[in-house]
């Protein structure tokens, strides 16, 4: 059993900057890609970033491409998402998910586990 727990959400005003952060417990982390998805009110959860197993390679959406960077650091089972310049469309609940395999996908359907995720409000 796969167990995900997402932290950092919060309220933020526009321009400014949120770090979170996903522990996963319950298989050996550093044989797993992660990524990041989120879903805003009334819409369909959407691809973020994704990174490789051993935090080589990485994966953004365009609308985050150099304003978020995911990292990792396979001792500690954590994987990271630094928010910067953020923008009120990146208002939504935030979830992080490890791949099936090393390499990431940008396809929901193919992460199996998801944790609760969290909030993340950006104001204008």
């Known amino acids: 059993q796969v167990q995900l727990v997402e932290s950092g959400g919060g309220v933020v005003q526009a321009g400014g900057s949120l770090r979170l952060s996903c522990a996963a417990f319950g298989r050996t982390f550093s044989n797993y890609a992660m990524a990041w998805f989120r879903q805003a009110p009334g819409k369909e959860r959407e691809f973020v970033a994704g990174i490789d197993w051993s935090g080589g390679s990485t994966l953004y959406a365009d609308s985050v491409k150099g304003r978020f960077t995911i990292s990792r650091d396979n001792a500690k089972n954590t994987v990271w998402l630094q928010m910067n310049s953020l923008k009120p469309e990146d208002t939504a609940v935030y979830y992080c998910?490890?791949?099936?395999?090393?390499?990431?996908?940008?396809?929901?359907?193919?992460?199996?586990?998801w944790g609760p995720g969290t909030q993340v409000t950006v104001s204008s």
């Open positions: 998910a490890p791949g099936g395999s090393g390499w990431y996908s940008s396809k929901e359907y193919e992460y199996r586990y």
